[in-house]
């Protein structure tokens, strides 16, 4: 297969600090970017080349975007499958919308990695109140009630205590195309991110070990030296079924609950992912410049640690006002997004560390 050379430009939907990152990641390989997307505030675009702002259904600008680029990725996996499909007949889209299709529908996720031989959560459909209370009957209580589509950091979703709580989760959530979720008493949650070229050559990283705080990632260490090494092997095996099965191209991250009797699958992201920050300045191939390398058609890049250990935490909301402190401490490594509100639980930067 070709490879799309340096010098060529990569189109990216979405405009946020991931779309940045993958911007300054391919920068050192010569590649331009052109971000596409319709928010007044892209924080990618501050460092790309070109961008358009429009509304995804936009064809024209949609086609005009694709004239521009020699290649199509996302940097957030809400994006319209319409776009996507539409942009497919005109340039490379990598990853492919088949991934976004199985990515945005919870129910289709755990249905695809059932298939695969995954294991997820216990889950019921529910559509209405007759099907909550035979979710609730089987699954029992507690369990955690979702919106099938456009959920993130833990919005979108009610945790239900008791029986007597469930209609009231039912009616915030917006009574239908929800998915209700037995709860998973996990150890620990950790994800694991695997980078897969148009040839099918595939590197991953070693597991991350995430702490959320409010559903929301606080921080990821690595090495995940408390997880069971054949739990994560058969994790990873997981995400490379399912990477093949989707013919994958570029970085695909799963997250997992660890539990005593092996992994669940929590979901996907088919893009990079903010648990792969650390690996800017911890791995000898960061993940964003692995994404390029892999949609690009490019050897894929090494994986070793470049420490011992690394540590990432984010920088949430009102977080970012330590940034004074962090610049002057020689062990902190600062990334700021250059967003200009920090809302409560907004992903406003992250600090790395490199531990000895
Ligand atoms: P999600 O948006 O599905 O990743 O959920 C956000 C966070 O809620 C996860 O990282 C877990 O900490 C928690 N969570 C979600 N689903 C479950 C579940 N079925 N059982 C236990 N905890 C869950």
């Not at 889209?93 to 990515?103: E, H, L, Q, S």
């Not at 909550?132 to 029992?140: P, T």
């Not at 640690?305 to 540590?311: D, K, S, T, W």
Request: aromatic share 6%; proline share 6%; net charge negative.
């Amino acid at each position: 297969m070709t490879p799309i050379p340096p010098g060529s430009t990569i189109g990216i939907l979405g405009g946020g600090q991931l779309g940045r990152m993958l911007a300054l990641a391919a920068a050192p390989l010569g590649y331009r970017v052109h971000v596409f997307a319709p928010e007044v505030e892209l924080v990618a675009a501050d460092v790309a080349a070109a961008v358009t702002r429009a509304d995804y259904a936009d064809r024209a600008a949609l086609a005009a975007f694709a004239a521009a680029v020699d290649v199509v990725t996302c940097e957030f996996e809400n994006v319209p499958s319409d776009a996507l499909s539409f942009l497919e007949s005109l340039k490379p889209v990598r990853p492919g919308p088949t991934a976004f299709d199985v990515a945005q529908d919870r129910l289709a996720e755990k249905r695809f990695v059932g298939g695969l031989g995954g294991r997820t959560a216990p889950w019921h459909v529910v559509d209405g109140p007759a099907d909550l209370e035979a979710g609730l009957a089987r699954l029992g209580t507690p369990a955690i009630l979702k919106t099938r589509r456009f959920g993130y950091d833990g919005k979108g979703q009610a945790r239900i205590e008791d029986a007597a709580g469930g209609q009231d989760a039912l009616r915030a959530l917006g009574g239908r195309d929800l998915i209700l979720e037995g709860l998973v008493r996990f150890e620990a949650e950790f994800s694991i991110l695997v980078a897969r070229g148009p040839d099918g050559r595939e590197v991953h990283y070693p597991a991350c070990l995430n702490h959320h705080s409010g559903g929301i990632l606080a921080s990821t260490e690595v090495p995940a030296a408390q997880l069971d090494t054949a739990h994560v092997v058969a994790a990873t095996d997981l995400v490379v079924r399912i990477a093949d099965a989707l013919g994958y191209v570029g970085l695909l991250a799963c997250e997992f609950f660890a539990c005593a009797d092996g992994p669940v699958f929590n979901e996907m992201a088919p893009r990079v992912h903010n648990s792969g920050h650390w690996t800017i300045e911890g791995a000898e191939t960061s993940q964003f410049q692995q994404h390029v390398r892999a949609i690009c058609g490019l050897p894929l890049g090494p994986v070793g640690l470049m420490a011992p250990a690394v540590r990432l935490d984010n920088l949430l909301g009102e977080d970012v006002a330590r940034w004074p402190d962090l610049l002057a401490d020689p062990g902190a490594r600062l990334h700021l997004y250059g967003k200009s509100e920090a809302a409560p639980g907004r992903k406003m930067g992250h600090v790395t560390r490199l531990l000895r």
